[in-house]
């Protein structure tokens, strides 16, 4: 498919989606609270977005990832929450 | 259009979703075992669960002619406990005999520690031993990258292990090119907010060689999507492939990998 023919596509969804996350910072701006590592990732990721180079999901995922390579002593929890909280 | 669901928890789906995935063209549903949720308290916990896996679910399926498939093991997220994981695997050998049990799965990690590693090579020795195909869960989000190289770190470290018998599920954008680079096969799985969309999928397969592709729905108790496969095969037409193409991607493919088992066979009927 040719460039137009994915906007006509996507356009309007990812429209959608980036004012989504315009107005989830905008919600988190008006509230109170501590920096948060998961609100760190985020904005590190969203630079990604921009950068004009491909591939910009794999660089987004890679923000959003546990960059370290040895297994962890013991799992304490089997949750997991979507950013490295990097401890 | 027929479909094949490689990886879907039935056990935690109601009935109409059998029906659902029938109507839509449905082959075949392959299980693999998984957390329900909740801790089991004991190996018989296990015993009974793969008891439903074997006996009860394919019954459950066949009412609407659809052929049920399975995969045993202990999930990732129970693999803390060295103990009761090894007391699980010790019991999996006599249900592999099994007509529906296709192989170890979904076996894997899950936040990447020493006893979830230990506990997956425990696994990947019972394959070894009983020439069993491998289905491989990779971590959730922030532990996917890293899960995905420890996993298949230790798949070639044993020389018994080929990679073409092994199925390592959940690839996204940065896991997909090692996992394929490595003679594995990859899942794309359709799953809302924590995996993949079926736009992604496309992306994905439109990058790379759809050889030893597949798509899943992994529904289950969560919120997920029974239908996924069809929607996405939706999403592969909206993206100009064609019939047969799309054909490859959700029918063959699973079809071929799952072949490598000589219990997997399907009813050749058309809906
Ligand atoms: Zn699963």
């Known amino acids: 498919m040719n460039?137009?023919?994915?906007?006509?596509?996507?356009?309007?969804?990812?429209?959608?989606?980036?004012?989504?996350?315009?107005?989830?910072?905008?919600?988190?701006?008006?509230?109170?609270?501590?920096?948060?590592?998961?609100?760190?990732?985020?904005?590190?990721?969203?630079?990604?977005?921009?950068?004009?180079?491909?591939?910009?999901?794999?660089?987004?995922?890679?923000?959003?990832?546990?960059?370290?390579?040895?297994?962890?002593?013991?799992a304490t929890t089997k949750a997991a929450c979507g950013a490295w909280p990097g401890k | 259009?027929?479909?094949?669901?490689?990886?879907?928890?039935?056990v935690s789906r109601v009935t109409n979703d059998?029906?659902?995935?029938?109507?839509?063209?449905?082959?075949?549903?392959?299980?693999?075992?998984?957390?329900?949720g909740f801790d089991r308290s004991s190996a018989d916990g296990f015993y009974d669960y793969f008891c439903q896996l074997t006996e009860h679910e394919p019954r459950r399926a066949a009412k609407f002619g659809l052929p049920h498939f399975c995969w045993l093991c202990i999930?990732?997220?129970?693999?803390?406990?060295?103990?009761?994981?090894?007391?699980?695997?010790?019991?999996?050998?006599?249900?592999?005999?099994?007509?529906?049990?296709l192989g170890i799965g979904e076996i894997g990690l899950n936040k990447n520690s020493r006893n979830e590693i230990k506990v997956l090579e425990m696994h990947v020795d019972l394959a070894a031993r009983h020439d069993q195909l491998i289905l491989v869960h990779t971590p959730h989000l922030e532990d996917k990258l890293k899960g995905t190289r420890?996993?298949?770190?230790?798949?070639?470290?044993?020389?018994?292990?080929?990679?073409?018998?092994?199925?390592?599920?959940?690839?996204?954008?940065?896991?997909?090119?090692?996992?394929?680079d490595g003679g594995f096969w990859g899942g794309m799985t359709l799953y809302p907010e924590t995996?993949?969309?079926?736009?992604?999928?496309?992306?994905?397969?439109?990058?790379y060689s759809a050889e030893r592709l597949w798509m899943n729905s992994a529904c289950d108790w969560g919120v997920s999507v029974p239908l996924a496969i069809p929607l996405a095969a939706l999403e592969l037409r909206r993206r100009g492939h064609s019939a047969e193409a799309i054909d490859r991607l959700i029918y063959q493919n699973p079809k071929r990998f799952l072949s490598q088992s000589p219990k997997f066979k399907l009813i050749e009927a058309t809906i």
Not at chain 1, 16 to 21: H, P, S
Not at chain 2, 1 to 10: D, G, T, V
Not at chain 2, 195 to 207: N, S
Request: hydrophobic fraction near 45%; include cysteine.
């Open chain 2, 1 to 10: 259009m027929r479909y094949i669901e490689p990886h879907a928890h039935m």
């Open chain 2, 150 to 180: 420890l996993i298949l770190d230790v798949l070639r470290a044993d020389s018994r292990i080929k990679p073409g018998r092994c199925l390592i599920d959940h690839v996204e954008e940065h896991t997909v090119k090692m996992v394929l």
């Open chain 2, 18 to 36: 059998y029906q659902d995935m029938v109507l839509a063209g449905c082959a075949a549903v392959c299980e693999p075992a998984f957390w329900a």
């Open chain 2, 75 to 101: 999930n990732p997220k129970e693999s803390e406990d060295v103990k009761l994981a090894s007391d699980v695997i010790s019991i999996i050998p006599k249900f592999l005999e099994k007509q529906n049990v």
């Open chain 2, 195 to 207: 995996k993949c969309t079926a736009a992604r999928a496309v992306d994905m397969i439109e990058l």
């Open chain 1, 3 to 74: 460039r137009r023919e994915l906007l006509d596509l996507y356009y309007l969804e990812a429209r959608a989606k980036l004012i989504d996350v315009a107005a989830f910072l905008d919600r988190l701006d008006r509230a109170e609270g501590e920096p948060d590592f998961r609100l760190a990732a985020f904005k590190q990721a969203l630079g990604e977005v921009q950068n004009e180079k491909v591939p910009r999901a794999e660089r987004v995922l890679a923000c959003l990832s546990d960059p370290t390579v040895d297994p962890i002593p013991v």
